[in-house]
């Protein structure tokens, strides 16, 4: 999935934005646990069994989970064998100074690319645990993120009416909380913004670039997301009753519990998307990518999964009752 945030210093752009383009290198840390000497550890075979301790907590892994997904994150790096990494003899374990609380969603995510649902403080935090591992875009990014207006400006605009800011770049913004609703955001560059639980009843996001964008617990009842770029958006616990995503890119995308009754997702692409728990009933999903696509436990009541391809979908424990799967392939 791909979660991005920016390092602006006038905003925060949360969570998991956990995800994650990959960028460049920088520096990372590995402490000796009492001072005992560094040692390299050659790792050729990537399913070689990983301890790590962050902070004190113990975790247990491979160097294929540290690498596979995010190949150029600091985790990666450490268990590449072109580094020295500082591991202690008597147990193995490679300890990192940082707060482990947040590390197990790291290693979902690095497993299965499974974005939790947290409350917005904790989010905040397990972003601040990404952008060590080196899991978010960086400030060499600024340029291409940065917006044309800020929080301020776009106050102002919305109390006005029939809103418009068709093609504006507003990338990195955080508009969170704010009532969006009927606003117009169609071409617009959206990459990265944060509209968690913010009121888009009805917005036109019609062949936006939102790659990366948060809509944690967003209301997008009947918006339009035609042609739209949500790849590795976070739309956890939205509300996109009737809202039409027809041909839209959502790849890597997390719709945990989201509410997507009666939605149109006609032909988009959902690859490796998560809708665990999600409430399809109803919703139109013909022509639609499903590949590696997460619908465990969804409810696909009355969906329209005709002539789709469902073989590499994962459906453990999703209510089909009633779903239109004539000539589904399964």
């Not at 917006?147 to 990195?172: P, Y």
């Not at 009737?242 to 839209?248: E, I, K, M, P």
């Not at 919703?283 to 619908?295: F, I, Y």
């Amino acid at each position: 999935m791909h979660l991005y945030a920016t390092t602006n210093a006038r905003l925060l752009t949360p969570p998991l934005a956990l995800s994650l383009s990959l960028s460049s290198f920088l520096h990372f840390l590995c402490r000796r646990k009492a001072e005992r000497g560094a040692m390299s550890i050659q790792l050729a075979d990537s399913s070689s069994i990983v301890r790590l301790s962050i902070g004190g907590k113990k975790f247990s892994t491979t160097v294929d989970t540290l690498s596979q997904r995010e190949p150029d994150s600091m985790l990666a790096a450490m268990f590449s064998g072109r580094h020295v990494v500082c591991r202690d003899p008597d147990t193995g374990y490679v300890f990192v100074d940082r707060d482990g609380k947040h590390f197990r969603h790291i290693l979902n995510w690095l497993r299965d690319g499974v974005i939790p649902t947290l409350s917005d403080s904790d989010y905040s935090q397990l972003l601040r645990e990404a952008e060590y591992y080196q899991l978010l875009k960086r400030e060499e990014d600024k340029d291409e993120l940065d917006s044309e207006l800020t929080r301020t400006d776009i106050i102002k605009c919305i109390q006005s009416e029939k809103v418009r800011f068709r093609g504006v770049n507003l990338a990195g913004l955080d508009l969170s909380k704010l009532d969006l609703s009927y606003v117009d955001f169609s071409y617009a560059c959206l990459k990265n913004v944060f509209f968690s639980r913010a009121n888009l009843q009805c917005a036109k996001f019609r062949d936006v670039d939102a790659e990366g964008s948060i809509f944690h617990n967003a209301t997008l009842r009947e918006c339009e997301f035609t042609g739209a770029n949500l790849h590795g958006a976070l739309l956890a616990g939205a509300n996109l009753q009737s809202a039409n995503l027809q041909d839209a890119c959502l790849s890597d995308c997390s719709f945990c519990g989201a509410d997507l009754r009666s939605a149109h997702l006609q032909t988009a692409d959902l690859t490796n998307a998560n809708l665990e728990g999600a409430n399809l009933e109803g919703a139109n999903l013909k022509g639609a990518k499903l590949s590696n696509a997460n619908l465990r436990g969804a409810n696909l009541q009355r969906a329209y999964l005709r002539h789709v391809d469902l073989r590499e979908t994962h459906l453990e424990g999703a209510k089909l009752d009633g779903a239109n799967l004539l000539g589904a392939i399964r």
